[in-house]
């Protein structure tokens, strides 16, 4: 028998409320299926289990509150047989276990607006076809809490960053770089693209510091109990605002994982599919506990730099401002040039501005050569 | 024509569920009325293509600043 535990969901969320099980018991599982929705006081999070085998008995049920690693359902492995003593007699008198009858469905725009809403889908009677929940169902039954939720994010927020401002010494490096090579490289490969294949600037900036925190691994991985260990691959955190300003808006950085290996356009489709997951709260757990390092684009409605907080228990964070025409000398001319000002904040239990300074100009001379990305 | 401006507000709720339509000004910026990052542009332009099969070249972007803009430039290419 497997206990499969309610896993991580990022360093700053310690425990979740069941909303729904995707499985039932009977039901055979793999390693990497979403079997469960959680929810946080960040967002809707798919559970993902890391066991193979055959889903046996559900033990905790929609609508409850959970510490992370609470045994939330068991499993058999693969060729295990329960003699008939082991069997739990609930589990005979009602083959299907409870969370079976309670699954209704849920539309994905009424479980959007359940998340933003702070409202417990359990609770909402449903009124469309099949009892399924619909959006006026969430907004009926919500009466009211929005500030709340808006309230708890905040204070998530301030948990991680007040403890990476308490214990992590920030030290912080920037440097301006010349975007003319990846500028005019993008609009030749994006000339040819229908607009669903397009890439955009941010795809290269992961791209890039992917491949430099590969070189500079005190740049990748996690500061824990006094030490560092560095990850074995780079899962880029990138950091999405969470739409939403009447809800207080909100911020969250889930992992694009493996981005090293990944051409340009697979990071930018994974980045553009990150980015929508995230903001209709279907982000899976592995995506938010495992980021090594994080990534903050504040992008072309921002300013021009950003010196960031790093999110415990990572030991680095890459920073991007908007990208703007700044006078440039080159080859003894002076030429308007689209350049970008790209920062470190960086752990100095783990590294020094040498290295940093190493890791940042490495960043650059990736930036500068945007058809070797 | 009424409905392509139509058409493009709904796509835009798509996007930025939070619009209102009777607080957007036809003739200031979109994208900072909106607050539209690269990639909400990106997927406002992906999510009009599905709805009104016009694909906008990356090099016409720069001439679409305000809704009106917009809806010229689609006017025009429908």
């Keep these: 028998m497997i206990a499969f535990k309610l896993p991580s969901l990022g360093a700053d969320m310690d425990e979740g409320t069941l909303l729904e099980w995707r499985v039932k018991p009977g039901d055979q599982v793999k390693r990497g299926d979403v079997v469960a929705v959680v929810d946080t006081t960040k967002t809707a999070v798919d559970v993902e289990i890391w066991e193979t085998g055959t889903l046996f008995e559900i033990l905790v049920h929609p609508g409850e509150k959970i510490p992370v690693g609470t045994v939330i359902a068991t499993l058999l492995a693969p060729g295990e047989v329960l003699s008939p003593g082991e069997i739990p007699p609930a589990r005979i008198a009602e083959p299907a276990a409870t969370g079976v009858s309670q699954r209704r469905p849920v539309s994905p725009a009424a479980r959007k607006h359940a998340e933003e809403l702070g409202v417990n889908l359990d609770q909402v009677t449903g009124t469309g076809p099949g009892g399924a929940v619909t959006v006026e169902d969430v907004i009926k039954a919500a009466g009211g809490h929005p500030q709340d939720k808006a309230a708890d994010m905040r204070r998530t927020i301030a948990i991680a960053m007040s403890r990476s401002k308490r214990e992590i010494p920030h030290y912080y490096l920037s440097e301006t770089i010349a975007l003319g090579n990846a500028v005019a490289w993008l609009s030749k490969v994006n000339a040819d693209r229908p607009v669903i294949e397009r890439i955009l600037m941010a795809a290269l900036f992961l791209k890039a510091v992917a491949r430099a925190a590969g070189q500079y691994p005190e740049m990748n991985g996690f500061y824990r109990d006094g030490q560092f260990s560095q990850a074995a691959a780079v899962h880029v955190g990138v950091a999405i605002s969470l739409r939403g300003a009447a809800l207080g808006g909100g911020l969250i950085a889930p992992a694009l994982h493996d981005v090293a290996e990944k051409t340009p356009g697979e990071v930018m489709k994974g980045l553009s599919n990150l980015v929508q997951r995230a903001r209709a709260g279907s982000l899976k757990s592995s995506e938010l506990s495992d980021p090594t390092i994080t990534v903050t684009n504040l992008g072309d409605q921002g300013v021009e730099s950003v010196f960031g907080v790093i999110y415990p228990p990572q030991v680095a964070l890459v920073g991007f401002g908007r990208i703007c025409e700044r006078p440039w000398a080159l080859n003894g001319e002076i030429k308007l040039m689209p350049v970008v000002t790209a920062s470190l904040a960086a752990d100095h239990r783990v590294s020094d501005g040498h290295r940093g300074a190493l890791f940042l100009a490495r960043i650059r001379e990736l930036l500068l050569r945007p058809e070797d990305l | ?78």
């Design chain 2, 1 to 78: 024509m009424e409905d392509i401006r139509a058409v493009v507000i709904a796509t835009l709720k798509k996007i930025a569920p939070e619009v209102e339509e009777q607080e957007l000004k036809d003739d200031s910026p979109l994208r900072s009325q909106v607050d539209l990052d690269s990639m909400d542009w990106l997927n406002f332009l992906i999510a009009l293509h599905g709805s009104l099969s016009i694909d906008i070249p990356e090099a016409d972007y720069a001439r679409l600043i305000t809704l009106s803009d917009l809806v010229d430039y689609l006017k025009t290419k429908i």
